[in-house]
């Protein structure tokens, strides 16, 4: 294979990939890694020959990152001290004359990308990036009510302040819990009324992934590819393939850990790291629908995968903002569609030329997929979602956890 130059290579290319993913070849065969290769070269000439708006310059930043595989601690020769780093991804300081001649040069970042108007409210800086959590406005009625208090000692429970701190305290088995103050929401802007219900909720993620007991397996970012993405969603298969799900990431060191939400947000998903660097997912199943799940997993997954660097940033995210403007999260939307529905097989399948029932079911069938899914892409893209609503299969998901209980 070669880098595609012409539209009647990219078309064979195309070509070429659906009869390999309709082979569903097995991880680390051949078919496996000539599709990998062929989705890169795909990529490759719609990237040059797609044009596109001039990022954000936070964007274009972290999108190098993410392509170059660098961390925060990367930039400190290219932007100053890691706090300064930090300060200018968290969109908390701005480019200075040298930082933009840095990066352009160290990252390959064209000037006029860095020297735009950065965007703002991506990202919740204020109360937690200072320290100065107030504890009052935790909403602890909430809280109680869906029992995460129950496994502190009744000994807190004098007043609502010391029930929070002791909830907190389970992060950090009762010290001051500073690398979770300090973490920046990424890819929400969330309001000041939701910002103590996202903290919480995010705190009780942690809580509840700390004390899984998860199979002694050491992420390595290395493992997970497209086609560990595609083996992932074809658990979507099957009745209670939301708790295989749990299980299969597991045993590649990451926790997915399922929390209703709290009544006043709106969050479907999150990405953060533990102390120990071990990834965790959240979601809330705010949609009780089998298409929302597996694209709300895939799309965290890779913020996991590509995006997430540090233990002082979390990625929030809502089905509502699949169509992004930032470049991370439309990275993570493209990953989740192709993982579920590759592009080359999608455009061409008669699901999408002349959608019937039969039509979804056969694709489904090809894919290894749930039929929802099917469905559900077809209802986003037209716009009309009245349609093959009897295939969603809609409450389906909570039933895979009925330990939980969702308002």
Not at 75 to 80: S, T
Not at 161 to 186: C, H, P
Not at 204 to 221: E, H, M, S, W
Not at 324 to 337: G, T, V, W
Request: charged share 25%; proline share 5%; glycine share 6%.
């Amino acid at each position: 294979m070669k880098v595609i130059k012409s539209e009647k290579e990219y078309h064979a290319a195309l070509s070429e990939a659906e009869r390999l993913v309709a082979l569903d070849p097995e991880l680390a065969t051949n078919e496996a890694e000539r599709l990998e290769l062929l989705t890169l070269l795909l990529e490759d000439f719609e990237k040059r020959n797609f044009p596109f708006n001039v990022p954000d310059p936070i964007d274009a930043i972290e999108f190098r990152m993410s392509e170059q595989g660098l961390r925060q601690k990367d930039l400190v020769p290219l932007i100053g001290s890691r706090s300064r780093v930090s300060e200018v991804l968290g969109r908390k300081r701005p480019l200075t004359v040298q930082m933009i001649r840095s990066l352009s040069i160290g990252l390959g970042i064209p000037l006029e990308a860095l020297v735009a108007e950065p965007a703002i409210g991506h990202v919740v800086s204020g109360i937690a990036v200072s320290g100065e959590i107030d504890l009052k406005k935790f909403p602890v009625k909430e809280m109680e009510k869906l029992g995460w208090f129950e496994s502190l000692k009744k000994g807190v429970r004098s007043n609502s302040e010391d029930m929070v701190r002791a909830f907190l305290a389970q992060l950090t088995g009762g010290s001051a819990a500073q690398a979770f103050y300090r973490r920046t929401f990424r890819g929400e802007e969330i309001d000041d009324k939701a910002y103590y219900s996202t903290l919480a909720w995010t705190a009780r993620v942690l809580v509840r992934a700390k004390g899984a007991n998860l199979p002694q397996t050491k992420f390595d970012p290395a493992k997970i590819t497209p086609a560990l993405l595609r083996e992932l969603g074809q658990l979507s298969w099957f009745e209670k393939g939301p708790r295989l799900a749990v299980e299969f990431l597991a045993k590649y060191g990451i926790a997915l850990i399922v929390e209703p939400r709290l009544p006043n947000t709106r969050l479907d998903g999150a990405a953060m790291l533990m102390e120990n660097n071990v990834p965790v997912i959240g979601l809330t199943l705010r949609f009780n629908r089998v298409d929302y799940f597996w694209f709300t997993l895939i799309h965290e997954l890779a913020h996991v995968w590509k995006h997430l660097n540090s233990i002082d940033e979390a990625f929030i995210d809502r089905l509502e903002n699949i169509d992004s403007k930032l470049a991370l999260e439309k990275e993570a939307n493209r990953i989740a569609r192709d993982a579920l529905i590759p592009r080359a097989i999608w455009k061409r399948s008669e699901a999408f030329l002349a959608p019937t029932k039969q039509a979804i079911q056969e694709l489904a069938d090809q894919l290894h997929i749930h039929p929802a899914i099917v469905a559900g892409r077809l209802q986003f893209e037209t716009g009309r979602y009245d349609n093959f609503r009897d295939i969603l299969a809609n409450g389906a998901v909570r039933k895979c956890f009925p330990e939980l209980v969702f308002h």
